[in-house]
Structure formats: C-alpha cells, structure tokens
C-alpha cells in the first residue's frame, strides 16, 4: 500500500503565505505516478479541486485560486506541492493530496488520497 503524507498546512493571517507538500511512501517501487492533485473541503461543502498535475507538468487550476497558488511536483521524489500566496478567509479547509498511480506496468492507474492538512487562514 502507498501513504501520501501532507504536511506544511497551520494557520495564517489573511494575506499570507503556505507551502503544502504531499510525498508517496510506499513498501514496493511505485512503477508510476500519472496526475497528483490537491483538494480541500471546507465545513458543510463537498471536496473541490484546487489543481491538478501532470506527470509532464501540465498544471489545471480552479478558478477561485488562480494567480495566486502554484502546483508543482518533483517525480524524482515522487511529490506534490502547492504554494499558497495571497490566502484568503475562504481558503480555510482541509486540503487533501490525491495521486492516480500504478504498481507495474499491466495495472491501471488507480486513485490514493492522504489525510488531510488543516489550512486556515484567519481575517
């Protein structure tokens, strides 16, 4: 099985800065990981994308958090992160690090999520 371990979330002042990283731990050799992602869910909303990427670097993001956050990955250390710059009130939630990858080569892509890093940013 594979752990996505989160870790950089806390509290910030309106305005201010985080860097999320999320990293594949596994017992077997991963044989590769297609789009890695982060979502978040704040109190009383269901999950929402905030940016995907690609194994290539092609990056998605939602519109609320364009220009103001980046996603980027190191496939070399299999992990994901997502700079937040300029947060916001209504960027509080848990933010979550989804990865669609497969164990050798015949499997299909398969999706594992982590915990959850708590993110809030105070007004």
């Known amino acids: 099985q594979v752990r996505l371990v989160e870790s950089g979330g806390g509290l910030v002042q309106d305005g201010g800065s985080l860097r999320l990283s999320c990293a594949a731990s596994?017992?077997?050799?991963?044989?590769?990981?297609?789009?890695m992602g982060w979502y978040r869910q704040a109190p009383g909303k269901e999950r929402e994308l905030v940016a995907v990427i690609t194994m290539g670097g092609s990056a998605q993001y939602a519109d609320s958090v364009k220009g103001r956050f980046t996603i980027s990955r190191d496939n070399t250390k299999e992990t994901v992160y997502l700079q937040m710059n300029s947060l916001k009130p209504e960027d509080s939630a848990v933010y979550y690090c989804?990865?669609?990858?497969?164990?050798?080569?015949?499997?299909?892509?398969?999706?594992?999520w982590g915990q959850g890093t708590q993110v809030t940013v105070s007004s």
């Open positions: 989804n990865a669609d990858l497969r164990w050798t080569i015949v499997d299909s892509y398969r999706p594992y």
């Open positions: 596994a017992s077997i050799r991963i044989f590769s990981i297609n789009t």
